[in-house]
């Protein structure tokens, strides 16, 4: 992004292994710019024709490390004694070895959601962790996607499956199988609810007690008397409400 928003004349990389032997602990790439004349002949930019600017692009550790090594190494008056500078090197290695973790992370992370996705796809719910992220990706399938659904509620709502028990979304597609959640959130909720709303009728027409006995909020009266009038709903429209419990799976 640095070389395609400026005209970057100049890279140093830190990152470069005869770098990290002179100075390990210190990873970073340093960039000289200007702005581009693409920039430079608008007129809120003119100011700044052939002024250079440095820019150092650096992970949150590598940036501790340097903010660490400057104030102490650098503003120090005598050299630092020796037992401190064995300090730094072993803080190096575990600030290098956090990076790497870090990124190794980020990347498994990435795969995993990639391949929740397309396990999804091919209908291999039995392989499917409950996740916010695989659980959103299973909804817009089974449901239709909803944008106005927030990040929070996935989470919250993945907390809330594997707290009645379920441990993949198999469980969770076996247990709302054959269930209409338009007909039901209309019956249920008096119209067409969002999609987690429609999701919740789903589970609690599917679950009854075992909903209300496991839920997070199944102690509150508010949300015991919230569900009673659903089931009421329900069975008043000849709906037949069930007792599924996912199965403990080894």
């Known amino acids: 992004m640095v070389q395609e928003e400026f005209d970057a004349f100049q890279r140093v990389d830190h990152t470069a292994s005869a770098e ?3 100075r390990l602990g210190y990873l970073s790439v340093h960039y000289l710019v200007r702005l581009g004349s693409n920039r ?8 700044f024709d052939g002024l250079t600017a440095e820019i150092q692009v650096r992970t949150v550790l590598q940036h501790a490390w340097a903010e660490i090594e400057h104030d102490i190494r650098y503003k120090s008056t ?3 004694p020796q037992a401190i500078s064995r300090r730094f090197l072993t803080l190096a290695g575990l600030l290098e070895i956090a990076d790497h973790e870090f990124e190794a992370i980020q990347k498994e992370d990435a795969y995993i959601r990639a391949n929740a996705r397309t396990l999804i796809e091919e209908r291999r719910l039995n392989e499917v962790e409950i996740t916010p992220d695989a659980l959103r990706s299973y909804l817009d399938v089974r449901l239709g996607s909803d944008d106005r ?3 929070f509620t996935y989470d919250w709502m993945a907390k809330i499956l594997l707290s009645l028990g379920f441990q993949n979304l198999g469980q969770v597609d076996e247990c ?3 269930l209409d959640d338009d007909k039901l959130s209309r019956i249920a909720l008096g ?4 999609q987690v709303s429609r ?9 009854e007690e075992n909903f209300v006995k496991n839920h997070a ?3 509150r009266t508010w949300y015991r008397e919230l569900l009673r009038r659903w089931r009421e709903n329900l069975r008043k429209a000849g709906i037949t409400v069930g007792s599924y419990q996912p199965r403990k799976v080894e």
Do not use: H
């Not at 430079?40 to 100011?47: G, H, I, P």
């Not at 119209?191 to 969002?194: A, Q, T």
């Not at 999701?199 to 679950?207: H, I, P, Q, W």
């Open 20 to 22: 990290r032997e002179q």
């Open 40 to 47: 430079t002949k608008l007129s809120e930019y003119k100011k």
């Open 78 to 80: 005598s050299t630092i």
């Open 149 to 151: 659904i927030s990040d």
């Open 176 to 178: 709302i199988s054959g």
């Open 191 to 194: 119209g067409r609810g969002g």
């Open 199 to 207: 999701f919740e009728v789903l589970l609690a027409a599917s679950m």
């Open 217 to 219: 909020w199944g102690e």
